[in-house]
T-cell receptor
Framework: KQEVTQIPAALSVPEGENLVLNCSFT??????LQWFRQDPGKGLTSLLL???SQREQTSGRLNASLDKSSGRSTLYIAASQPGDSATYLC?????????????WGLGTSLAVNP | GAGVSQTPSNKVTEKGKYVELRCDPI?????LYWYRQSLGQGPEFLIY????????DSGLPNDRFFAVRPEGSVSTLKIQRTERGDSAVYLC?????????????FGEGSRLTVL
């Protein structure tokens, strides 16, 4: 059974720091992995999608990597800003069977302090 | 539309009442998903539509929950005889559908509070 874990659960950093959020999954047979951002009381905003055949994706100050064999993905945020404060969730789409249900981590709550 | 639109954004109702939540997906997206999210939890899958048909409704918690997508675009999630435990944010997402990247785009959610 696929399980997704995100560490740390919460993170507080000063503005300007580079930081890494971690996502691990137990079954390497995935179709893709997607990182989302969620602001309090809001919906989910897609940040980056990595297909199983890809190693990384970049968008602006964000870089997501994928290592299927070790069951890990990292989200790297460069030069963090207070506006980056939010909860970051990763979700895995299983590669076999019913692949429509994303398997979610519980998220990392990030606070970037000015 | 430009993004996934959900209405209402907030709904407060009394226990036992009937509720409808609406989702308008991104134009051209054939796949539509309903999730619900409780405070501090990740989204919980409810149902997935491919076109007009419910391809997977295994996440619906019980028969009080039902969803339709009659024309393959707008979807309505219907909850009968609401209970306090139904209180959550109901999220809708759409994607281009099978065979493509599978990237999901979410709406802002409908926050349901059952008193």
């Amino acid at each position: 059974k696929q399980e997704v874990t995100q560490i740390p659960a919460a993170l507080s950093v000063p503005e300007g720091e580079n930081l890494v959020l971690n996502c691990s999954f137990t079954d390497s047979a995935i179709y893709n992995l997607q990182w989302f951002r969620q602001d309090p009381g809001k919906g989910l905003t897609s940040l980056l999608l990595i297909q199983s055949s890809q190693r990384e994706q970049t968008s602006g100050r964000l870089n997501a990597s994928l290592d299927k064999s070790s069951g890990r993905s990292t989200l790297y945020i460069a030069a963090s800003q207070p506006g980056d404060s939010a909860t970051y969730l990763c979700a895995v789409r299983p590669g076999a069977g019913n692949n429509r249900k994303l398997i979610w981590g519980l998220g990392t709550s990030l606070a970037v302090n000015p | 539309g430009a993004g996934v639109s959900q209405t209402p954004s907030n709904k407060v109702t009394e226990k036992g009442k009937y509720v409808e939540l609406r989702c308008d997906p991104i134009s051209g997206h054939t796949a539509l998903y309903w999730y619900r999210q409780s405070l501090g939890q990740g989204p919980e899958f409810l149902i997935y539509f491919q076109g007009t048909g419910a391809a997977d409704d295994s996440g619906l918690p019980n028969d009080r929950f039902f969803a339709v997508r009659p024309e393959g675009s707008v979807s309505t999630l219907k909850i009968q005889r609401t209970e306090r435990g139904d209180s959550a944010v109901y999220l809708c997402a759409s994607s281009l559908g099978r065979g493509v990247t599978g990237e999901l785009f979410f709406g802002e959610g409908s926050r349901l509070t059952v008193l």
